[in-house]
T-cell receptor, first 115, second 111 residues
Framework: NAGVTQTPKFRVLKTGQSMTLLCAQD?????MYWYRQDPGMGLRLIHYSVGEGTTAKGEVPDGYNVSRLKKQNFLLGLESAAPSQTSVYFCASSYSDYGSSYEQYFGPGTRLTVT | KNQVEQSPQSLIILEGKNCTLQCNYTVSPFSNLRWYKQDTGRGPVSLTIMTFSENTKSNGRYTATLDADTKQSSLHITASQLSDSASYICVANQAGTALIFGKGTTLSVSS
């Protein structure tokens, strides 16, 4: 049982390049989330999904797109990377939604630098 | 504005000592309060989740308290160990809407 895994662990992009971050979970969770963590700030929600084939915007969605084609995978895409997207990205999953007391399980993170 | 404030920002203690971290939140409607531990270079790991009706919850040497009336929570660490060195994040659940994350308290335990 690997929990939540993220690929890649590190990446350096040049401004304007694109990339996709992959998140996978093996806990059969319905809900999946993408966060970014910046120095001096709390985690901020980028996008989330309440089930296979669904996506929704979070607090800071601009410049990102997501897809949830399979229940176990949640992809985060950057179409044209900008230096402001330099951050550590965390994926998380949970059995149920914000209104419940179910835990969110986090992945190990992807450290992205955009030059 | 929905927000979570934590204090102190950072803390250094000697191994074996106790410490208490504070969290104040202004989140409405409120559902539950969570504490996470985040080791350097790792993802956050849940320590406790308390609903508004719970006053205290323990997880080993970690004890969280919640006062929903004053909108305050604390995390008490007993007999600290070197492995307790981490960032501790307080998170308020805005019921049915979002998790509001604090900036965290960085704890360093020295020998």
């Amino acid at each position: 049982n690997a929990g939540v895994t993220q690929t890649p662990k590190f990446r350096v992009l040049k401004t304007g390049q694109s990339m996709t971050l992959l998140c996978a979970q093996d806990m059969n969770h319905e809900y999946m989330y993408w966060y970014r963590q910046d120095p001096g700030m709390g985690l901020r929600l980028i996008h989330y999904s309440v089930g296979e084939g669904t996506t929704a915007k979070g607090e800071v969605p601009d410049g990102y797109n997501v897809s949830r084609l399979k229940k176990q995978n949640f992809l985060l895409g950057l179409e044209s990377a900008a230096p402001s997207q330099t951050s550590v990205y965390f994926c998380a999953s949970s059995y149920s939604d914000y209104g419940s007391s179910y835990e969110q399980y986090f992945g190990p993170g992807t450290r992205l630098t955009v030059t | 504005k929905n927000q979570v404030e934590q204090s102190p920002q950072s803390l250094i203690i000697l191994e074996g000592k106790n410490c208490t971290l504070q969290c104040n939140y202004t989140v409405s409607p409120f559902s539950n309060l969570r504490w996470y531990k985040q080791d350097t270079g790792r993802g956050p790991v849940s320590l406790t989740i308390m609903t508004f009706s719970e006053n205290t919850k323990s997880n080993g040497r970690y004890t969280a308290t919640l006062d929903a009336d004053t909108k305050q929570s604390s995390l008490h660490i007993t007999a600290s160990q070197l492995s307790d060195s981490a960032s501790y994040i307080c998170v308020a659940n805005q019921a049915g809407t979002a998790l509001i994350f604090g900036k965290g308290t960085t704890l360093s335990v020295s020998s």
